[in-house]
T-cell receptor, first 116, second 111 residues
Framework: GAVVSQHPSRVICKSGTSVKIECRSLDFQATTMFWYRQFPKKSLMLMATSNEGSKATYEQGVEKDKFLINHASLTLSTLTVTSAHPEDSSFYIC????????????FGPGTRLTVL | DAKTTQPPSMDCAEGRAANLPCNHSTISGNEYVYWYRQIHSQGPQYIIHGLKNNETNEMASLIITEDRKSSTLILPHATLRDTAVYYCIVETNSGNTPLVFGKGTRLSVIA
């Protein structure tokens, strides 16, 4: 069964609006979650690391005031794309890493954002 | 800098074995080789990983050369549902760090 869920799976919004994407760890508590972005025919690019109870860590070139991350509990992280523009249209994927067993990283199903 | 090199695309006939190569000539002694795949419009899926011994699970086999500078992921009987982008990733498997994805290999399984 799914280990990580995302909601919504797809969203279409008008330019200038804000969009919130939820990421839930279903099988285990996660003090850290990761947010990636993927443009068409491109690979996944890490945007930020979400830390429970503290500020997120953003990768170089990712605007922290535009992509707000809140990791309020051990199973939920949210990414809010503020004042979205067409260039923010992308596939957003969250993930968690299990620090046991194979130590593999589990990915959510992704959220397709289209900004008109 | 990319730690791995993979061919951009490969074709495989349905029912045949798919052999996906990966070069990682600068791999360190404490780094593992991980393989993930991403089916179109889905999140990546873990396949297998290894340090130096060959590994096999229900999905695939991983063959790592003795010098660890390259590896091959083998899907023994490819099906149409195996069509995906396959990513070979090298990392230390310690701590809570995110995976860094390269460009991967786009495998097309053909009927």
């Amino acid at each position: 069964g799914a280990v990580v869920s995302q909601h919504p799976s797809r969203v279409i919004c008008k330019s200038g609006t804000s969009v919130k994407i939820e990421c839930r760890s279903l099988d285990f508590q996660a003090t850290t979650m990761f947010w990636y972005r993927q443009f068409p025919k491109k690979s996944l690019m890490l945007m930020a690391t979400s830390n429970e109870g503290s500020k997120a860590t953003y990768e170089q070139g990712v605007e922290k005031d535009k992509f707000l991350i809140n990791h309020a509990s051990l199973t939920l992280s949210t990414l809010t794309v503020t004042s979205a523009h067409p260039e923010d249209s992308s596939f957003y994927i969250c993930s968690v890493r299990r620090l046991a067993g194979h130590n593999e990283q589990f990915f959510g199903p992704g959220t397709r954002l289209t900004v008109l | 800098d990319a730690k791995t090199t993979q061919p951009p695309s490969m074709d495989c006939a349905e029912g045949r074995a798919a052999n996906l190569p990966c070069n990682h000539s600068t791999i360190s002694g404490n780094e593992y080789v991980y393989w993930y795949r991403q089916i179109h419009s889905q999140g990546p899926q873990y396949i297998i990983h290894g340090l130096k011994n060959n590994e096999t699970n229900e999905m695939a086999s991983l063959i790592i050369t003795e010098d660890r500078k390259s590896s091959t992921l083998i899907l023994p009987h490819a099906t149409l549902r195996d069509t995906a982008v396959y990513y070979c990733i090298v990392e230390t498997n310690s701590g809570n760090t995110p995976l860094v994805f390269g460009k991967g290999t786009r495998l097309s399984v053909i009927a």
